[in-house]
């Protein structure tokens, strides 16, 4: 088997860093914008449905762009790494250490609110016939 040279490695880590960071802000707010209210719902959808499906196999808010990554860092030789990417995320951006139970709280506390959000907006739209 061939394994990613150290560079590929370091590139594919900032580009989780980047894409998983904007997945989440989308999910979080992507119900704002008209044109990405579907989208959105349907990303959160998939993320929720990967934290509750994937639990009797994983654990509660298994998400595979944290598995991936993970197995990136560990690629490089990063070891100790949380359990929950927030945890990681409050680090890496703000230099703050959360504990994984404050972040898996944080996490439900804003994915549920958001997908509500999203939900009344997705629908309202539909019963208003409003046109994409």
Known sequence: MTTASEGTLVFLDHAFL???TALIFF???GWAWKR????????????AASWIVFAPWY?????PCTDWHWQVKEALGQTGLPN??????FEAWTGAVVSDAFAAKLAWGALVPALALSLFLNFRKKAEGEKD
Not at 36 to 47: A, E, M, P
Request: with cysteine; net charge positive.
């Open 18 to 20: 980047t894409a998983h």
């Open 27 to 29: 999910n979080l707010f």
């Open 36 to 47: 990405t209210l579907r989208l959105n719902l349907l990303s959160i959808g998939l993320t």
């Open 59 to 63: 654990g509660l808010g298994y998400c």
């Open 84 to 89: 929950n990417y927030l945890t990681y995320l």
